[in-house]
């Protein structure tokens, strides 16, 4: 799949598992992206109060992935689409993950895991003394 103007793309793993991605990407260049803490917040639309990577946006957008130019999905991936959509509403991270990708402005690529309600999953973590909420990160090695 490519992506399209609204942001969301789907991989499909060639290593499961997850058998699918669903990535929403951003650019940060300033300092706060440097820190290694600092996790893309996602939007949220004001009309639809719909926040990316929650539950809604992805239902919306993987709807409008799967259309051809005649406004219609084919049974292949319909099939493909309910698949995903399945795993993301029982949080079922071995058929699909849902991640955010931070690329700094160096080039590097750091992903988080998020939630069904569109925020960065963290874990509490003690750092000098004090627990903190570290938001996951994720790599496949």
């Known amino acids: ?3 399209k103007a609204y942001g969301i793309t789907d991989y499909e793993n060639m290593t499961p598992p ?7 990407s951003k650019y940060l260049s300033s300092e706060a992206a440097k820190a290694e803490t600092h996790a893309p917040k996602m939007s949220k639309s004001k009309k639809t109060k719909i926040t990316q990577l929650d539950n809604k946006w992805i239902e919306k957008n993987l ?5 051809d130019a005649d406004g219609i999905i084919s049974p292949e991936n319909y099939n493909k689409m309910k698949e995903i959509q399945d795993a993301i509403d029982i949080a079922d991270e071995s058929v699909c993950l849902r991640l955010g990708a931070k690329v700094d402005n160096t080039g590097k690529v750091t992903y988080y895991k998020y939630g069904s309600d569109g925020k960065v999953l963290t874990d509490p973590t003690t750092i000098n003394g004090k627990t903190k909420n570290v938001p996951r990160t994720w790599s496949k090695e």
């Open 18 to 24: 997850p058998k699918y991605f669903v990535v929403d």
């Open 63 to 67: 709807r409008d992935q799967f259309l």
């Open 1 to 3: 799949m490519n992506a």
